[in-house]
């Protein structure tokens, strides 16, 4: 196991911003820490840096309790959300700093400089200060930086989110592979589902200093564990009503349709959340509803709203029942005022938690 | 169109040339009375005082003679330089150290110390002079260099620290973190990378404090009697009981004028980026 979190807490002043966390992460994973601003994500990330001191709980790396250790004897890099490259120094002496601190010879600092460089695609950048290289070029000399002495853990702080949309798609692919061919073991903070969903072997989801749920990306999506989860992953997020049991013990929602094609093993689930006297709800992502001729057999009736064409795909945005709800569809001849059947596709309707309504 | 260009390219030279003109008049009017000093201080005393003033003279070097020969002016000058130097760089390293920890660390009532510190600048010389006076002939230190020292250094550790602490706040956090993951421990990463960052402001405060302690009067008047005696208060013998003996007030001017010209010239790469005091940022 690289990396043991156990009851990690820290709070400032009488602020919790990360409430008693439990994770492990096995070497070579890439670990995916998600979240809204606020959440907590990147304070969990600085204390198993060291940046920060955990006010209760334990990190362990490699098996070595590291709560309290200085970050340079964790045998971590880092990579910063406004990169903290030295402006000071070229940049072949930014990339050279952690093997010099280290007492590294001098001919092999520059060898390994060179070779961190090359692989970046950075080495006709040496000779020039951060202020002179552009965004994208700042982010490969941090990467390098961080990569040059071969840490055991790399952890990184929403590395992409100061770079525009098109260069944070090529370098989310670049960073994913340089990573997996290393082999290091990767924690990586990032409010950005996209990116999480992409990058990450398995992601955890944090909110208001909880881990809500962790699990491999496409496990998250399609079986969020609440309400929170389900709108945080996807996008459009996923559509949920609320669903109860009757006082004949039968369930209910507001579009009945949906609540009769509930597969067993959801309704067990449900039971089990009414059992425990927690509220649910009935949740459908979007590309699973599909739109079917009006009065076909199970399908809800619904009102299109507004259509919204991506080109790809075509986001329907419908009411039934004075409920409003998302559909994904293809390319479709389908206008806003039309009626229209709605069609959910049994194996993926799911019930989720309720978040405990804030106090 | 071509008018018109050439008429836009005669304005900006127009332009060009009065500004040129304004800056020469603002530097002449600095100047004249630095170089008049100069001029005053190879003139012999009935040159001094000449009216209507003469400017074609014979030079002499009387009055620097009457400087060093008579009034031992090279001691005090080696004295300053030790005492002022001592002090700076006393001042400049617990300063900003102490700007450091103000800056970066929570300590508890940390404002309430950064006040502490600035309140020493809040008394007034005047009134400190005496009970000094007091308390260095108990101690056995009046009239020595040491006495000088620590008061300067205390009289410059207040605006080190200020100072000081808002060019280390405008380094970026994170510039710091990355070097601790880097492999640095707090000294290393003060040493190797804040201080470096921060060397405009280090040039700026350590002419400014230099330039405090060089050119200080009252205390080196006071507190000194013969051993300890700086420049500023040889300088001050060319009061003479009758009369100010202009031209060797001059010579004292050029002889004290010229290790701050230097200084700052040296500094100068820095100064000008220091003394905007991190208004402008990298």
Redo the contacts between chains.
């Keep these: 196991m690289s990396i043991q979190v156990r009851g990690l807490s820290k709070r400032f002043g009488g602020y919790t911003a990360v409430r008693s966390l439990d994770f492990d992460i096995a070497d070579g994973e890439f670990f995916v820490l998600l979240g809204p601003s606020g959440c907590g994500k990147t304070t969990t990330l600085r204390m198993i840096?060291?940046?920060d001191v955990p006010n209760d709980g334990l990190v362990r790396i490699r098996g070595r309790d590291v709560t309290y250790a200085?970050?340079?004897h964790r045998d971590?890099?880092?990579v910063?959300?406004?990169?903290?490259?030295?402006?000071?120094m070229t940049v072949f002496k930014n990339i050279e700093?952690?093997l010099k601190?280290?007492k590294v010879t001098p001919p092999e600092r520059r060898q390994k400089v060179l070779a961190t460089a090359e692989r970046l695609g950075i080495a006709d950048l040496l000779d020039r200060k951060p202020?002179k290289i552009s965004g994208g070029q700042r982010q490969r000399v941090?990467l390098a930086?961080a990569l040059v002495r071969n840490p055991h853990v790399f952890l990184m702080d929403e590395p992409l989110s100061n770079l525009d949309a098109k260069l944070r798609a090529t370098m989310r692919t670049e960073i994913k592979q340089l990573v997996a061919n290393l082999g290091i073991t990767t924690v990586y903070v990032t409010h950005d589902q996209v990116e999480a969903m992409s990058m990450a072997d398995r992601i955890g989801i944090m909110s208001k200093g909880d881990m809500i749920q962790i699990g491999k990306p496409l496990d998250v999506y399609d079986n969020p564990r609440s309400r929170f989860v389900a709108q945080f992953m996807g996008s459009p997020p996923m559509n949920l009503f609320p669903l109860h049991f009757s006082s004949e013990r039968k369930i209910e929602c507001k579009l009945q349709p949906f609540a009769d094609a509930l597969p067993e093993s959801q309704l067990t689930r449900a039971q089990d959340l009414a059992g425990s006297g927690l509220s649910f709800l009935l949740g459908v992502r979007p590309e699973h509803l599909s739109v079917v001729p009006p009065s076909t057999a199970g399908a809800v009736e619904a009102e299109i709203d507004f259509v919204e064409p991506l080109g790809q795909t075509t986001n329907l945005h419908v009411h039934s029942n004075a409920t409003p709800f998302t559909i994904v569809a293809g390319r479709t001849s389908a206008r806003a005022g039309q009626t229209v059947g709605v069609a959910a596709d049994p194996a993926h309707l799911r019930v989720v938690e309720d978040d405990p309504r804030p106090a | 169109m071509q008018v018109n260009r050439r008429s836009v390219a005669i304005k900006r030279r127009i332009n060009a040339a009065v500004a040129y003109v304004l800056a020469l008049l603002a530097v002449a009017f600095f100047a004249l009375p630095l170089f008049w000093i100069a001029l005053s201080s190879v003139k012999s005393d009935a040159d001094v005082s000449a009216y209507p003033p003469v400017w074609f003279f014979e030079p002499t070097l009387a009055n620097f003679r009457e400087l060093f020969v008579k009034l031992n002016a090279w001691d005090a000058l080696l004295n300053s330089v030790f005492i002022v130097c001592i002090s700076t760089i006393l001042a400049m390293m617990l300063g900003t150290m102490a700007a450091y920890a103000l800056a970066r660390f929570s300590i508890r009532g940390k404002e309430s110390v950064a006040l502490q510190v600035l309140s020493i600048r809040m008394m007034p010389s005047i009134v400190s002079v005496i009970p000094l006076f007091i308390i260095a002939r108990e101690l056995g230190v009046f009239d020595t260099p040491w006495l000088l020292i620590v008061i300067y250094a205390l009289n410059g550790l207040p605006f080190v620290v200020w100072v000081m602490r808002v060019f280390i706040q405008d380094v970026?956090k994170?510039?710091e973190?990355?070097?601790?993951?880097?492999?640095?421990?707090r000294y290393?990463v003060f040493l190797?990378?804040t201080l470096?960052?921060v060397v405009p402001g280090l040039a700026a405060v350590l002419v400014i404090i230099f330039m405090f302690s060089w050119n200080e009067y009252l205390f080196a008047s006071m507190l000194t009697s013969s051993e300890a005696k700086t420049l500023p208060v040889v300088a001050a013998n060319a009061i003479k009981p009758k009369a100010i003996a202009w031209g060797l007030s001059s010579a004292a001017a050029v002889v004290m004028s010229l290790p701050v010209i230097i200084l700052v010239l040296s500094a100068q790469r820095y100064l000008v980026r220091g003394l905007t005091l991190g208004a402008v940022k990298?």
């Design positions: 840096a060291g940046l200085e970050p340079r971590i890099a880092m910063f959300q406004d990169y903290g490259l030295y402006p000071n700093f952690p601190v280290r202020a941090s930086r | 970026p994170s510039i973190e990355a070097a601790m993951i880097d492999g640095c421990g290393e190797r990378i470096p960052l990298g």
